[in-house]
């Protein structure tokens, strides 16, 4: 340390003969004697004040005083000093000294800090300065006790040899008086990089040697110190360093120097507050946010870093605001879907950056869901209807057929239903409902299944009063077309023919076919009429033909035993009735005429058919056992006496009816019994119970 001090401490003189030099060692009390060669440069390491005793003629006016000193308040300092002048000069009346404080020049008054002729000072330096030096040793160092703030400056000398041989020395010692102990703080101090603290006490009073302390270290990461003794410019420095590894916990912590001198009250302290520099350790936002669509949000981003960061809020690669700051808010107004998504706080200074994100959802009522058009298929075909919309949270979604549950219900944004094998049930409405919290949306389509045609089990032919009717009930998509064919006969029946009683009717996929045949054929061991007709089924998928089988229902095989009873009986009662009238008009006109024997009633009916084709409908209504029959006869055009056909299947009543009607040729009537027609007829009204 004291050869460290020693290479600092050096002043060049330069003289043009040889030099002795006394030097006394203030503290030591040792003297020192120097030899060296007029003409050169030589550098004399002082340890104290020194004073210096120059024999040289040719020599100038200088001043050697340490440019810089400080001393604590209420102690004491020493500014060392040593003057030279020419040696040409002799000291008139031995060397008299002044100091001056703030300025050089007498003729301004500046304070006398001393002055060796007289007591003549300042106020301020009253009993406080001292002269430690021999001038004639050209050693002017001065002692100055209990110094205030007051007297920090600058520090003049002026050596007064006598006569005109006066000269105040332009350099200067400027002293400085701490009320607080220097602390040597980096100007950047860096997280997780090794910082030095160093203390400095200014050691410049001769009977006081100053001590230091560090302060609130307790919380510091293994910290060491180390201490050093420092004299620099004839000033003597105390210092002490700190040495740790900063975190960003420690940024704005309070460290503290503490100085002090033994066997005296006086201490002095200074606190630093930690400016550690360090990347944003700490990016905190609101965690995952929601918002109703339509309505407003508002993130947060706060940041912990120095210095401040930059902090931009980031939608995407998107920039949507930033700011130089320590905490920033993103406001969203009227939200949509669209807003939703991952929002990003990017926080960025010179040491580092660091970002964190949430997610941003907008809750919203399911959309109007997608599904597929409406379709027409095949029967066999498998289906896939999909179902899509949006919704938060993500919607059920429920498909109805025709108002009933089909599937599963499935808790996403997209469903499909499948249809394998489609079969004709599975025509109808299909609609797929989308719900959840915030309400519900649905859509809506057609599924139209074609098919081939299937008799169903309705067809089928009955034996009526007239004689068979068939009726054929097919069901397709198309409707099919139905139509009869009779085998024996080669005839094919359908709207087309109008030689037979043909009816058709179609609701929704299913078309009924009817005929009535009158059949004249043989009878089978049952009573029925023997048939023999096909019902034949079509459209674009397909065509069949089927059997008719005769169903010979009970109550109508009972109305034509008890109708053919009573028809007999009636009709055996109409044969003697006609042959009574015939007689008697046989008698009054005596006009004979042969008798007509009715052997088969029904024959003799369409054999009068013929001869009287203009005659007017005649209706014989007949109630027979309980039974009523009702038959309506239509004259007929035709050449031929078969059976033609009666109208429409369409006015036919499910009722057991049977019918006869009869016309009588020259009857004459009988009060109450026998009236004419509007044609001049002659017609019989006759009752059966």
Partial sequence: MKEKAIRRNTVSLKCSSVNTFMVPLTSHRNKLAFSLPAGTMFRLTLLFPLLWILKDAGCQWHVWVPRDISAMTNSCVVIPCTFMYPSGIRPYRGIHGIWYFGQPYPQLFPPVVYKTRTDVVHESYKGRTKLLGDLHQRNCTLLINNVGPEHSGRYYFRADLGGANMYTFPDFAEL???????????????SDESLELTCYAPGNCPDMTPEIQWMYTDYLPDPEFSSDYVEEGNTAVLSNTLTFTPRPMHNGQLLGCRVFFQNTSLVYERLISLDIKYAPRSVWVNVSSEVMEGGSVTLHCEVDSNPVSKIVWKFGEQELLWDTAANLSLTLDDATPANEGVYTCVADNVYGVMNASLYLTVKYPPREPTVNESMVVQEGVSLYLHCSTQGSPAPTLTWLKNGELVGTITADELSVLTIKDITPQGDGVYRCLAENEHGRASSSLNITVEYAPVLLDESKCTVVREGVQCVCVAMGNPEPTVEFYLPDLNVTINETDNRYSFYTHTDGHTSTGMIKLREKGERVNNGGPAVNVHCSISNVYGRQSVPMELQQEKKYMMAVIVGTIGGVAVIAFIIAAVRYVG?????????????????????????????????????????????????????????????????SLAGLERQELNYAALEFIGARPREGVLGQGDDGSNYSEIKAK
């Fill in 176 to 190: 400085k008086v701490l009320e607080q102990p220097n602390i040597d703080v980096p100007e950047e101090i860096v």
């Fill in 583 to 647: 007689q008697n008009n046989k008698k009054e006109n005596g006009n004979p005429r042969h008798d007509v024997v009715l052997e088969n009633p029904a024959l003799y009916y369409s054999a009068v058919k013929k001869d009287k084709q203009n005659l007017r409908k005649k209706v014989l209504k007949t109630e027979l056992l309980g039974s009523k029959f009702n038959s309506i006869l239509e004259e007929t055009t035709g050449e031929d006496g078969d059976y033609q056909p009666v109208g």
